[in-house]
């Protein structure tokens, strides 16, 4: 039983915001929200531009004007293959042979390997779960890579790229 004359907890009045969680779920879920609005508004493309490429009309011709002139994915100046080196112990020899031209100036070629390895991650992913569907992602290219890094990091599946291209 409570003590005469002792304090009462504060309890906010009905109408009166408290400082702390509700104010600011409110401005996060509004965040979001305009987040989430911004993200699906360019990622449309708009209306115009896609009229453009429906007809024919100018919208692939500035991505192809960026392009480079060689769009063989081979930059035009790469680290020499003395020159590759990680950031820690040595690259193997299968590894400074995917990397050999393939490395531009200012890379780290360790993310130039990552790219490979991930290539080859998702071609086993796909080997496992469905064969199929490995020579179909190697035939449309829808596995960036995937043709170096079989040759190289990944052989196991060089009979998968035979077929596609076959």
């Known amino acids: 039983m409570p003590r005469r004359g002792a304090r009462r907890p504060a309890v906010p009045r009905r109408g009166v915001r408290r400082r ?4 600011r779920a409110a401005g996060a879920l509004t965040a979001a929200a305009v987040g ?3 993200l699906v508004t360019g990622c449309s493309g708009g209306g115009e531009e896609r009229a453009g490429e429906d007809g024919g009309g100018g919208a692939a011709e500035p991505a192809a004007a960026t ?3 060689a769009d063989d994915g081979i930059p035009e100046e790469t680290v020499p293959t003395d020159e590759l080196t990680p950031p820690a112990g040595t690259f193997a020899e299968e590894e400074v042979a995917y990397l050999t031209d393939r490395v531009p100036e200012g890379v780290d070629p360790g993310a ?3 790219l ?5 991650d998702r071609l086993g992913y796909l080997d496992r779960h469905d064969p199929d569907a490995l020579v179909a992602a190697l035939r449309d290219g829808e596995i ?5 890094a079989v040759e190289h990091l990944c052989p196991e599946y060089a009979d998968a790229l035979a077929e596609a291209t076959g």
């Open 20 to 23: 702390g969680a509700p104010g």
């Open 36 to 38: 989430l609005a911004l």
């Open 67 to 69: 392009s480079s002139p």
């Open 112 to 114: 130039i390997l990552q």
């Open 116 to 120: 490979g390895q991930e290539a080859c």
């Open 144 to 148: 960036p890579n995937a043709e170096p």
